[in-house]
């Protein structure tokens, strides 16, 4: 169209919006486009159109950016700085508010079931607001049936918060993790994209003349959870190990970078490294095979297929749940990953207390704290970046983006350190398990409420 020698007129109204719709600039009245070629013949080309662009749209919308790294490294900074501080007052909440804040997530999780349930019926879809319906129902009836235990997992809540505010050097480490799991994530991906490329034959447009190894896939994405898994219980066996110092001897776990963190993590990194590996390799076995039933059930869903990835799915979170009180042995006091977890049966069964660890309330609300926090770093992000001037393309993105930064920094953030104190709750149990003594000794104001919270409970399976 271009070398059309008719079009030339409308050719350069075309060339001078498009330039000024990249470059942001008009181009001068006198300023001519050469390209060998004289278009120059008298005519005048109007034919209605209005080929000025100020980079608005009818509507007035700015779809300029103007966000530099500087920007976007303030913003991050600031939404990390903020969410620090938030995160501790948040602990401070746990502390001082602890069973206030289990009931308000019971509560909280219901009117989301609720209102799930009637987005669902709005929506036209009668089977979902069936499903949430039922989901309610037995939501309802799990508070009812935990309301009683709330004063036992306030108070079980507020001395594992208690014990990881005097041991703070654990958010370091927990935060170190966050950073070497990041890290392992990218190596990771660009080697399995390398490793897929070569063995498939691949060309750069992504044209593979080989199918890919499925074997090859599986190990890595065993490697990959093997790895992730590790990390999480390095991390669970350090603060066990602190806390159980905290729990013995409170003398020696009373500071920030305490003696406590740092042979804990020594001992996570050294001694109990082989049982972290090993238990986690169980779990990354049973993920990776997951994963590979998924890949399967994209390429052709079965009902069989769906159900086995279900069943693992369970076995998933069986393993998990039993890999959690297993490693706080191995952090309190040095086992093997088997003997730990014929420790951790022998324990339950023996005081009768195996319902204690299906109590999920001291999750909910860790959960809970940590949406609020995010949505609260988000809205500072925003305002922040309405005040200096961040344009993220139109009006929607000035304020959405900068809402979505500060809400997944805010949120990841508090995971990690609410990953740190529901690692305290479990270690917390299995200490006053194993020795109430010691702890009336070192901490009797905690230990007396504790005492009572747990008699109120389990009178019957409370034997102390």
Known sequence: YYNNQNNHGRNRKLMETAIQFVTGRRLEEDENIDDGNNYDDGNNYDDGYNYNNDNNDDNGIDYQSNIGIGDITLLIGISTVCCGVICSLALLLLLHFSKILIQTALIFNILVSILATIAAFMAGSPFGGITFAIITIFMIYYAKVMWS??????TNLKTSVTSVQKNGGLSFIAYGSLLILFGWSVWWSVAFVASLYVTGGCSADGVCENDINGWIAFGFFVSYFWTHQVIKY???????GAVGTWWFTPLEAAS??????RDSFLRAITLSFGSICFGSLIVAIVQATKEALRNLR???DSVLLCMAECILGCIETLIECFNNWAFVFVG??????????RNVVTLFK???????????????VLYLVSIGVGLLTGIIASLVAHSQGMIFGNDSGSLAI????????????TSVMMSVVASAVNTIIVCYAEAPNEFQTNHPQLSNEMRAAWREAWPVDFKY
């Open 332 to 341: 309190l006091y040095g086992y093997n990953f088997l003997d730990a977890g």
């Open 234 to 240: 390095t991390l669970h066996v350090t603060v066990a």
């Open 149 to 154: 235990r709330i004063p036992f997992a306030a």
């Open 298 to 300: 994209d390429n052709g």
């Open 256 to 261: 920030c970078c305490s003696r406590a963190v």
């Open 350 to 364: 023996s005081r009768g207390w195996d319902t204690i660890i299906t109590d999920h309330l001291v999750s909910s």
């Open 402 to 413: 900068p809402f979505l930064i500060g809400l997944v920094i805010g949120f990841v953030l």
